[in-house]
Structure formats: C-alpha cells, structure tokens
C-alpha cells in the first residue's frame, strides 16, 4: 500500500470525509516523535470548511485558507483541579486541504501528515523554523 491508499485505493478522486480520518488517524500515528509525546488521546475530526465562528475566531475571511485547528488545553497548561474539559481535537477542514492537493499536485499522506504536524506545532509554541524541519523528518 502506497502512501496515498487506504484499504488498496490509490486517491485520483478526492476521498470522502471517512477515508480523509482514515488517512489522517494513519498519518497521526506517524508524526515525528518529537510531536507524538503531546498528543497522546487526541482526536481528528474531519468536516467540510471551517464554521464562521471559528473563521471569526482566527481572523480568517475564506474558509480556503484555514486546513486544519488544534482545539485544546496544551498539556503544561493542565492541572489535576481542572473541571471536566472537552478533549483535545485536531480539526481537519476536507475542502481547503483538497483545493491545495489539487493546486500542488502535492501526495496527499504527506499533505494531511503536514497539516496535522503543523497544527499540533503551533499549539505547543513551536517555532516556524521548528515545524518546517519536522515537516520534513520521516514518519
């Protein structure tokens, strides 16, 4: 199975919101390890574009421009008295990631892996810098 199959199919058309988690559950399992310590039990959600809150939320006008959000406390910001919270999720918006594979001609794995990298980065403070070269280590 090639980096861009799930279950044998090899992505020429632009996968459905259940085969974009699959891959994406795929390509989480495989972040640098430098990443994967932080988001031990976090969780992908996959929608269409992101809401117009969210969009209002991060200064955002297209809902193009936004691929992907990491909702959560970051860990060093936890405390055993903190009330029930809402786990940790990594949004993951289906259309601004397909207009860019179709755009770059770019794998999706390693689209979908880079947005994941890049959102789970910006949320622990990492520096641009930093997520450019994790972007590029191996799985």
């Given amino acids: 199975m090639t980096s861009h199959e799930i279950a044998g199919r090899r992505f020429t058309t632009p996968p459905s919101i ?20 932080h988001v031990d039990g976090v969780g992908i959600a996959v929608e269409e574009i992101a809401d117009d809150a969210t969009l209002d939320e991060m200064g955002i006008e297209s809902p193009y421009d936004l691929s992907g959000l990491y909702r959560g406390v970051p860990l060093h ?4 008295g ?13 259309l601004p990631i397909l207009l860019e594979w179709i755009e770059e001609g770019e794998d999706l794995y390693a689209l979908v892996r880079n947005v994941l990298v890049h959102e789970i980065a910006h949320h622990f403070g990492f520096s641009d810098e930093d997520i450019e070269r994790l972007e590029h280590e191996p799985d």
């Fill in 77 to 80: 910001r936890r405390s055993l």
């Fill in 82 to 94: 903190d009330i029930a919270r809402m786990p940790d999720l990594i949004y993951l918006y289906r």
């Fill in 18 to 37: 259940d085969e974009l988690a699959a891959l994406a559950e795929r390509a989480l399992a495989a972040i640098p390890a430098k990443l994967r310590q």
